[in-house]
């Protein structure tokens, strides 16, 4: 199957790439690196020739929000658009989990515009909602620092690995479009506090985590069920320790 990969060499697109060349795909990339920009179509056109599927899983440089929204629209309707002339059978986007509860934050507004525009895009389509990634953990340490404290809401979260993500959308992918959404979510849940101190003390780093909860979260409050999935979600299999073991080797 011919698969374009939008942001295919991203922290889970270039995982998602891996696992899908392995499965026998023909696996497309389009980002900057391989010539192609979705904001001026430069390549887009081409990247898409016989494509069946597409995987959105783009990022916005900037977590800012207007360059967000921008990034986020002009990006979903271009890919949307040569989708559709093209006959894409399905088009499968990774979003956030709670992006609807964060809306005070305009990044999360915007991933749910994009969401937005993928419904009434024309295209089959599936949207995967993953909860926050392990990866992500140095923003938020950066996002919460108050001079040498890390101040953060001590609300549950169900942080997921990028493989685990990567993994979901790939198994998505061989499934006809669920015209709807579905949610994936690490296997634990976590204090968001908890999470961070574990992260920073195998980091050796001894700056105090601070459960105050006030603080905001890239700009937006945080209550016990705003980064918990919903309903009936999937859930990686990458627990923390392991997850933190691989990324210690890797970093070595």
């Not at 990339?29 to 020739?49: C, F, K, P, W, Y």
């Not at 749910?112 to 389509?125: S, T, W």
């Not at 574990?198 to 601070?210: I, L, S």
Request: net charge negative.
């Amino acid at each position: 199957m011919k698969i374009v990969v939008a942001g295919g060499t991203g922290c889970v697109g270039a995982r998602l790439a891996e696992i899908l060349r392995r499965q026998g795909h023909e696996v497309r990339i389009a980002a900057r690196a391989s010539g192609v920009d979705v904001i001026t179509h430069q390549g887009l056109n081409e990247v898409m020739v016989g494509a069946e599927v597409v995987v959105d899983v783009l990022n916005s440089p900037s977590f800012d929000d207007a360059p967000a929204m921008a990034f986020f629209q002009t990006s979903s309707r271009n890919l949307l658009e040569a989708a559709s002339a093209e006959g894409v059978r399905h088009y499968l986007a990774l979003s956030i989990v709670g992006c609807e509860r964060l809306q005070g934050s305009g990044y999360f507004r915007a991933k749910l515009a994009q969401e937005n525009l993928v419904r009434d895009g024309g295209v089959p389509y599936s949207i995967l909602r993953a909860t926050q990634f392990f990866e992500f953990l140095d923003r938020v340490v950066d996002d919460g620092l108050d001079g040498d404290v890390i101040r953060l809401a001590p609300a549950r979260v169900q942080f997921i690995a990028a493989e685990d993500v990567a993994a979901a959308l790939a198994d998505i992918v061989d499934r006809a479009p669920a015209n709807d959404t579905l949610e994936v979510a690490g296997p634990d849940p976590f204090r968001l506090d908890d999470l961070v101190q574990r992260f920073m003390t195998a980091r050796q780093d001894e700056r105090p985590v601070v459960a105050e909860p006030t603080a905001l979260y890239f700009g937006t409050s945080l209550g016990d069920e705003t980064l918990i999935a919903d309903g009936n979600p999937r859930f990686g299999h990458t627990e923390f320790d392991l997850w933190l073991k691989r990324a210690n080797k890797s970093a070595d």
